[in-house]
Structure formats: structure tokens, C-alpha cells
């Protein structure tokens, strides 16, 4: 299948703890994207990689780091999580900067 | 400060009907229009993209319109039916960087 894939799709843990959340894109895209859902519906961007660089950085708290090691794959690694990163996390894919994006299925992050 | 709008916030239709949702923005430079429909427990999906120079565009029961010199858009669905029920998102980009999302309209279409 085509598609964006995230792993995994839930995540219960602990509040301290270090987390990694994986995605992967086989549509050739070159732009890859992390939003974060909050209880509200509320989308927000948190970081754009193209081509492997770093593009868009919103302000977001540097325990959040992305990482990718190539085109196809962003990763998000979470440290000293806290209750307040509860919330759904989406990779999203498009060709070029301001091409349509194709989500994944989302991440649900519940820390306690 | 870059902004997205959305209303109603929640809407109940019965199936059949029509209906029509808007989208208010402030972002600046404009670049292009995005409506996405997103389904409980999973990821926006696109239904249409609009530039600058584009005033409708429609996606099957979908047609989205914009007006630029108002700085508005609506999205339009024709002849509801239950699989419409969902979040609807209007999102607008200014430039590559900048990506603003609404708080979306909740659908829900009842029989």
C-alpha cells in the first residue's frame, strides 16, 4: 500500500520516561511533517523536514526532537515527557513545500 | 498574527440535506486554500486545494469556494449522507513556511 504509516499507533507511559514515535512514507515525497492534535481538535504544526533539512521549526519545547535519516522517514523523540504532550501526533508527506499533504493515521500519546 | 476561523463550530444535518461551512483567515501573504476532511480516529484527507486565481473548485458532493478579496472561503456538501459525518479543516498557507490550520466544523449527518 501506498500511504503514510506511523508506529505505534498508541502510547501509554509514564511521565519522565523518553519516547520515540516512527513514520514512514513510501510516496516519494520529499517534504515530511509532525503536527500534534490536541484534546480540542486543534492541529498544530511542530516541524517540516524537506530533503532531509530542517525547514520549519515552530516553537516547540526542545525535549521534542525530530530526526531523518532519510526522505522516507521522520522520526519524534520525545524526552522527560509530561502530562501535558498527551495528545495525537500526525506525520504527514508532500511533494515539494506547498504540495498537498497526506497524513498518517495518527499517534496517541497518553502520559500519566 | 496569522489567523483561521471557522463556523459553525458543530453542525447537525439531517441525510440528503445540504449544507455549508465557512472558513474567515487573515493569513498573509496568501498562498493557497486547503479543505480537509478528517474522520474520528484518523488522518485529514485533502478535498480541495485553491490558489489565488481559483474561485470554486469541486471534489464530487464538495465544492469549495474563495474569495480573496474578502479573505473568505466555504465549503459546500451537496445531498449529505451518513459517511459525511466528520471534522471538516480549513487550512491556508502563506508562502512555503507558514501553514495555519482552523479549529475545523464538526459534521454530524443523521438519518
Known amino acids: 500500500d501506498t500511504a503514510v504509516s506511523q508506529t505505534p499507533k498508541y502510547l501509554v507511559t509514564q511521565m519522565g520516561n523518553d519516547k520515540s514515535i516512527k513514520c514512514e512514507q513510501n510516496?516519494?515525497?520529499?517534504?515530511m511533517y509532525w503536527y500534534k492534535q490536541d484534546s480540542k481538535k486543534f492541529l498544530k504544526i511542530m516541524f517540516s523536514?524537506?530533503?532531509?533539512?530542517?525547514?520549519i521549526n515552530e516553537t516547540v519545547p526542545n525535549r521534542f526532537s525530530p530526526k531523518s535519516p532519510d526522505k522516507a522517514h521522520l522520526n519524534l523523540h520525545i524526552n522527560s515527557l509530561e502530562l501535558g504532550d498527551s495528545a495525537v501526533y500526525f506525520c504527514?508527506?508532500?511533494?515539494?513545500?506547498?504540495?498537498?499533504?497526506?497524513f498518517g493515521p495518527g499517534t496517541r500519546l497518553t502520559v500519566t | 498574527k496569522n489567523q483561521v476561523e471557522q463556523s459553525p463550530q458543530s453542525l447537525i444535518i439531517l441525510e440528503g440535506k445540504n449544507c455549508t461551512l465557512q472558513?474567515?483567515?487573515?493569513?498573509?501573504?496568501?498562498?493557497?486554500l486547503r479543505w480537509y476532511k478528517q474522520d474520528t480516529g484518523r488522518g485529514p484527507v485533502s478535498l480541495t486545494i485553491?490558489?489565488?486565481?481559483?474561485n470554486t473548485k469541486s471534489n464530487g458532493r464538495y465544492t469549495a469556494t474563495l474569495d480573496a478579496d474578502t479573505k473568505q472561503s466555504s465549503l459546500h456538501i451537496t445531498a449529505s449522507q451518513l459517511s459525511d459525518s466528520a471534522s471538516y479543516i480549513c487550512?491556508?498557507?502563506?508562502?512555503?513556511?507558514?501553514?495555519?490550520f482552523g479549529t475545523g466544523t464538526k459534521l454530524q449527518v443523521i438519518p
Open positions: 504527514a508527506s508532500s511533494r515539494g513545500r506547498s504540495g498537498e499533504q497526506y
Open positions: 510516496l516519494g515525497h520529499d517534504t
Open positions: 523536514y524537506n530533503n532531509k533539512e530542517l525547514i
Open positions: 472558513c474567515n483567515y487573515t493569513v498573509s501573504p496568501f498562498s493557497n
Open positions: 485553491m490558489t489565488f486565481s481559483e
Open positions: 487550512v491556508v498557507s502563506a508562502g512555503y513556511q507558514k501553514v495555519t
